[in-house]
């Protein structure tokens, strides 16, 4: 089945994701991990979008983002993800495929669970069990919001300054979060492997197959 075209709208908010293929490890050392991060600051200068979170997990990635220009950020995605599967490729000697098919996004609302989205992709390193405390994953934007670490890859979530008066008392809100089970329910949903517009369709055919009449039914609908 050939791929759908990539529709991201300019100025819309997305969960985007990427996994190694086949779930394999694509970060192995710290090294990897920060090359990563430097990527993402210099490519992110040429093709400019709001980044307010982010994860990086062993084998695949997390960003919450707001596009400026749908096109230009699917451009930016391309060349961060090539450039890191060639320094893999010349480091670990890797062979095929090295991403699960393209990046996949989700839009997401701008509305009060923004920020619970945001809080809950930088909790993935607990529930994996890799870490006891978010604040030990050094490889998020969580220490952005709950201890006040300088981060230049974040654009400060919209909904951050409305937890308290002061650096103080945000940060110590944002620790204390908790997030509603909608917004964990919204993301035990994703389907790895396809993009979203994909998915999608699928569930549209799904809810019509159920609404169809079965034979009986036609039966008793003839005159």
């Not at 709208?9 to 970060?27: A, C, E």
């Not at 090359?35 to 400019?48: A, D, G, T």
């Not at 008066?165 to 790895?192: A, F, P, T």
């Amino acid at each position: 089945m050939p791929r759908l075209p990539r529709h991201l709208l300019s100025q819309s908010f997305y969960h985007i994701m990427t996994r190694g293929n086949n779930k394999n490890v694509v970060f192995k050392t710290a090294a990897d991990f920060d090359y990563y991060l430097e990527l993402i600051s210099r490519y992110k200068e040429q093709h400019p979008f709001d980044l307010y979170h982010y994860c990086l997990m062993p084998n695949h990635t997390h960003f919450l983002i707001k596009t400026r220009n749908g096109a230009d950020f699917s451009i930016f995605m391309k060349k961060l993800n090539l450039a890191y599967f060639h320094h893999f490729k010349k480091f670990y000697g890797w062979v095929g495929h090295f991403w699960q098919d393209r990046f996949k996004s989700q839009a997401v609302g701008k509305d009060n669970y923004f920020v619970q989205c945001g809080k809950y992709i930088e909790l993935n390193p607990v529930r994996k069990g890799l870490i006891y405390k978010p604040e030990e994953w050094q490889y998020s934007s969580y220490k952005y919001y709950a201890e006040g670490r300088s981060d230049d890859l974040i654009t400060a979530d919209f909904l951050y300054e409305d937890l308290g008066g002061n650096s103080q008392g945000r940060q110590k809100k944002y620790s204390d979060l908790l997030i509603d089970d909608i917004v964990g329910e919204s993301y035990r949903k994703m389907v790895w492997g396809s993009d979203h517009q994909r998915y999608n369709e699928r569930q549209k055919v799904n809810r019509i197959e159920r609404k169809k009449p079965n034979e009986q039914e036609k039966k008793r609908t003839v005159p």
